[in-house]
T-cell receptor, first 110, second 115 residues
Framework: DAKTTQPPSMDCAEGRAANLPCNHS???????VYWYRQIHSQGPQYIIH???NNETNEMASLIITEDRKSSTLILPHATLRDTAVYYC???????????FGAGTILRVKS | EAQVTQNPRYLITVTGKKLTVTCSQN?????MSWYRQDPGLGLRQIYY???????DKGDVPEGYKVSRKEKRNFPLILESPSPNQTSLYFC??????????????FGPGTRLTVL
């Protein structure tokens, strides 16, 4: 699975959009981008995934660049409860494991 | 409610005393796995199971055993725990078909301390 690079931490004001970047320059054609988050030692929670088109669900939007070397997770209106570690993961779809990196600590502040 | 449950949530034990951490899911998922999380090392996969009676090693299987006799249960067994197995453990499951096959559901975690 391709390696990802994320900033170690970010701050966001409550109610504003949180934009979390991820670089995955070695991604191959059959690999998907997945995002999970982990709130304070709870079990990781799935957010969204995509291949090359932008995706949106009730939690977030995922923007993938045309060359697929990077992506951005967007939380449109961040709340205090969105404070968590966000993991960007690249893997073959339905692969046998998720390879978690260090992730980005997002702190949402009032 | 769809969920993955783990027991116990917290356990303090001593070196060499066999223990089992149970994991159960109520979503009829075929795929289940165990991860451990350690500071600075992130989450690493220990074992996984594609279906009943089908298990395979992940990245860090040494010192662990698993079994998958029923679809809903995937216990993690530490035959002779050692202090380096002190960690936060997560069980996860996902479907192998349908819309939910992209999403892994994680349990709440088991914090294990081996003295």
């Amino acid at each position: 699975d391709a390696k990802t690079t994320q900033p170690p931490s970010m701050d966001c004001a409550e109610g504003r959009a949180a934009n979390l970047p991820c670089n995955h320059s070695t991604i191959s054609g059959n690999e998907y981008v997945y995002w999970y988050r982990q709130i304070h030692s709870q079990g990781p929670q799935y957010i969204i995934h995509g291949l090359k088109n932008n995706e949106t669900n009730e939690m977030a939007s995922l923007i993938i660049t045309e060359d697929r070397k990077s992506s951005t997770l967007i939380l449109p209106h961040a709340t205090l409860r969105d404070t968590a570690v966000y993991y960007c993961i690249v893997r073959v779809k339905y692969g046998n494991k998720l390879v978690f990196g260090a992730g980005t600590i997002l702190r949402v502040k009032s | 409610e769809a969920q993955v449950t783990q027991n116990p949530r917290y356990l303090i034990t001593v070196t060499g005393k066999k223990l089992t951490v149970t994991c159960s899911q109520n979503m009829n998922h075929e795929y289940m796995s165990w991860y451990r999380q350690d500071p600075g090392l992130g989450l690493r996969q220990i074992y996984y199971s594609m279906n009943v009676e089908v298990t395979d090693k992940g990245d860090v299987p040494e010192g662990y055993k698993v079994s998958r006799k029923e679809k809903r249960n995937f216990p993690l067994i530490l035959e002779s725990p050692s202090p380096n197995q002190t960690s936060l453990y997560f069980c996860a499951s996902r479907a192998s078909s349908g819309r939910a096959k992209n999403e892994q559901f994680f349990g709440p975690g088991t914090r294990l301390t081996v003295l």
